[in-house]
């Protein structure tokens, strides 16, 4: 297994970067939250799983060791595939997914799509008493995209959750109306609120 990727981020797409490592290129895909604190040019050092299939090798990457555990025990509920389980970190931040899961918050996980009411149940059911109990009730902050690159960061993360095109333009439409001339948030807040407004 490759634990973790360590180098020059040397590409950052929509859904995923591309590590140089000792001249090599690693392709890492990644939730928007964490692509949010790689930039193209500095060094980073990205925590990894590797998930081998027939016909692939795919290298996903997480912002820190704890969300790429959560990521893995996500996949020993049914249903859940490394896809749908970077989906669930998408909307949420690993304590805010081990607090759906200990309270049995099925609202919360049909907030991801692609889980429906019975998967959110089975979830619970399967990962109880796996996933542990949350250590904290803030979300770690990430930094935030640059400019404008959050639309196309927020946009690219909703389509790759499964959003429509036009849905997900929408959606960040609305939430830049929302943020008039302010600071403008974190990616993994701004992806939130772009949620919220598909979920209404």
């Known amino acids: 297994m490759i634990a ?12 995923g970067a591309v590590i140089d490592v000792g001249g090599v290129g690693y392709a890492v895909q990644c939730a928007p ?10 060094e980073a050092k990205v925590p990894t799983s590797l998930v081998v299939r027939e016909d692939s090798m795919t290298l996903f990457g997480f912002a820190d060791d704890d969300e790429r555990q959560v990521f893995e025990l996500l996949q020993t509920a049914s249903g859940v595939g490394p896809r749908l389980a970077l989906a669930m970190l998408a909307v949420h931040s690993p304590d805010a997914l081990r607090h759906a899961v200990a309270s049995e918050d099925v609202t919360a996980l049909t907030k991801v799509p692609g889980i429906g009411k019975k998967g959110a149940q089975r979830i619970v059911l399967e990962l109880r008493d ?6 904290g009730d803030a979300p770690r902050a990430r930094p935030a995209a640059a400019g404008a690159a959050w639309r ?6 909703l389509i790759n959750l499964g959003w429509s095109a036009r849905d997900a333009d929408a959606a960040v439409d609305a939430v830049a109306a929302d943020l008039g001339d302010g600071a403008t948030p974190p990616v993994p807040v701004l992806l939130k609120a772009a949620l919220k407004k598909l979920s209404k």
Do not use: I, K, N, Y
């Open 152 to 157: 196309e960061q927020v946009q690219a993360g």
């Open 130 to 135: 796996r996933l542990g109990a949350p250590s």
């Open 4 to 15: 973790f990727v360590s180098g020059r981020v040397a590409a950052a797409g929509p859904d």
């Open 33 to 42: 939250a964490t692509l949010a604190g790689l930039r193209v040019g500095e």
